[in-house]
């Protein structure tokens, strides 16, 4: 797969959520050798949160467009002092900063190849005629949210919540597997709080139900194997703090999260 940062093209921005990546950058011989190093790794990590994440990457990735470090470091699960994107105008490619380790770079695939997907997706069908106003809650994020967005952030944190269960069902090392317990919790929780507001939108067509319909499916079956409980209720914990926040914040009840 290409690694372009030549294009003087490669990351011009459209809108808000390209907003908050850094710059494109131009790699040196030691630049290069890290995402070399970072590529020739990731396979392994994919594999270990499901062999179809391999076979995602594979056949949807098209080239990698290498991203400055972010000024403002990141406090997700993809990793301090990392950044990511997708274009809707360029399938396949992948917007990102070097990433710190194999197993971050792994876990952004996972999660940028949700929106390439669903941006496809949504190209092909109309799933809702939603307008933009942002009025929804999503819990990974401090503003209100437009309906679609809602969306892509819900289908996003649906398959980040797979991939660490399944990291965490596989995984042999016992600190790992905690770690990996907890991040399922914690997307998952968020994913629970997220849900209802999409359920119940007049928006939906009805191929959007059925889409919606199969991402509720995907989480139900997720409580088969459940995180302990401490990670549980530490994740509902967290989920709620952002709730209380952001209503203090907006002052509105829009997309409240599940009791």
């Known amino acids: 797969m290409p690694l372009d940062d030549l294009d003087p093209y490669r990351t011009a921005y459209d809108g808000p959520r390209h907003k908050l990546l850094s710059g494109p950058t131009v790699l040196d011989e030691a630049g290069r050798g890290r995402w070399s190093r970072a590529w020739s790794e990731t396979a392994a990590k994919l594999r270990l949160g499901g062999e179809h994440r391999v076979a995602e990457a594979v056949a949807l990735l098209r080239c990698l467009i290498p991203l400055a470090e972010p000024a403002v470091l990141g406090t997700d699960a993809r990793g301090p002092g990392t950044c990511s ?16 380790t194999a197993t971050t770079f792994a876990v952004t695939i996972v999660h940028e190849i949700q929106h390439t997907k669903l941006c496809v997706l949504s190209d092909m069908l109309v799933l809702h005629h939603a307008g933009p106003d942002e009025s929804y809650f999503a819990p990974w994020r ?81 409580a088969e194997h459940p995180a302990p409980r401490e990670h549980t209720v530490r994740a509902q914990t967290h989920v709620k703090s952002a709730w209380d926040l952001w209503r203090r914040q907006h002052g509105s009840t829009v997309g409240h999260p599940k009791k």
């Open 142 to 222: 401090r503003d209100p949210r437009p309906y679609d967005g809602l969306l892509q952030g819900v289908y996003a944190h649906l398959a980040m919540a797979d991939f660490f269960q399944q990291c965490a069902l596989r995984s042999e090392d016992r600190g790992q597997r905690e770690a990996a317990w907890s991040q399922h919790a914690r997307y998952r929780a968020q994913v629970t709080a997220a849900l209802p507001a999409l359920v119940g939108s007049p928006h939906l067509t009805q191929q959007g139900e059925q889409f919606v319909d199969q991402i509720v499916a995907t989480h139900e079956r997720m």
């Open 85 to 100: 994107g997708t274009r809707r105008e360029a399938f396949g490619a992948l917007l990102s900063s070097t990433p710190p």
